[in-house]
């Protein structure tokens, strides 16, 4: 029954911290907005228990909070956050293999990551050339790694080995990773100040990541609440 309690009143902070996230600018949007990550980092503790599920979802965490250390209070360091999320999405990665029960899909889900990390490679070299440069290779590499996740962690909920919340924040997570990165197409592509998705992008009323990144990392935080735990 307490945790329950404990459990409604943390949405209720982080519903309320996701709306303000909304309505603040700098400094006190990055307070918030860190505030956010960290309370889902605590969070995540109240569930321990010996299991590898759980380890890997607080080490997901744990690099989660470090790289907004870097984005979000900072705001440097870039291709050291990005970079730091790349693990954040293998650890996740690590915590659905654990989970996964076919051998066969195991080897599947980590033979695809490989490949398709190297392709996305390849892809952005050939695509921008000479404007490939390592933080946009290191964001290919971490949105693909994310999408599969997404992918994967929803069949293991259909097979009933994992939680429908941890899938749901991995959802929420890469919506705001492809907001964030239509954010930044303008520095690879020219795009009309008068155009319509111009106005939908940059708008002055909705933060589009945000509005997605911090749900994700509310669930996320709460994700460890059903999981496997080691025999």
């Known amino acids: 029954m307490a945790k329950k309690i404990i459990i409604i009143i943390y949405l209720i902070i982080q519903l309320i911290l996701s709306i303000l996230s909304q309505l603040t600018d700098n400094p006190l949007w990055a307070i918030v907005s860190f505030s956010i990550v960290s309370l889902a980092f605590l969070m995540n503790f109240m569930f321990m228990k010996k299991s590898l599920s759980f380890l890997f979802t607080a080490l997901a965490l744990t690099f989660t909070v470090f790289s ?86 929803f069949i293991n909920y259909k097979n009933k080995s994992d939680s429908l919340i941890f899938a749901i924040g991995l959802l929420l997570f890469m919506l705001c990773d492809f907001f964030v990165g239509i954010n930044n197409i303008e520095y690879i592509l020219e795009i009309s100040r008068d155009s319509l998705i111009y106005q939908i992008i940059y708008n002055n009323y909705i933060f589009f990541p945000w509005l997605f990144y911090a749900p994700s990392q509310a669930l996320l935080g709460l994700s460890s609440k059903k999981d496997t735990a080691i025999k």
């Open 68 to 153: 907004d250390v870097l984005l979000v209070l900072l705001d440097k360091y870039y291709l050291t956050a990005v970079i730091s999320f790349i693990f954040v999405q293998i650890f996740y990665s690590c915590r659905i293999v654990v989970n996964t029960k076919s051998l066969k899909l195991k080897n599947l889900h980590i033979a695809s990551r490989i490949s398709l990390s190297l392709i996305s490679i390849i892809l952005v070299s050939i695509i921008l050339k000479d404007d490939a440069d390592l933080l946009t290779i290191a964001s290919a590499i971490c949105f693909v790694n994310l999408v599969l996740n997404v992918i994967t962690s």
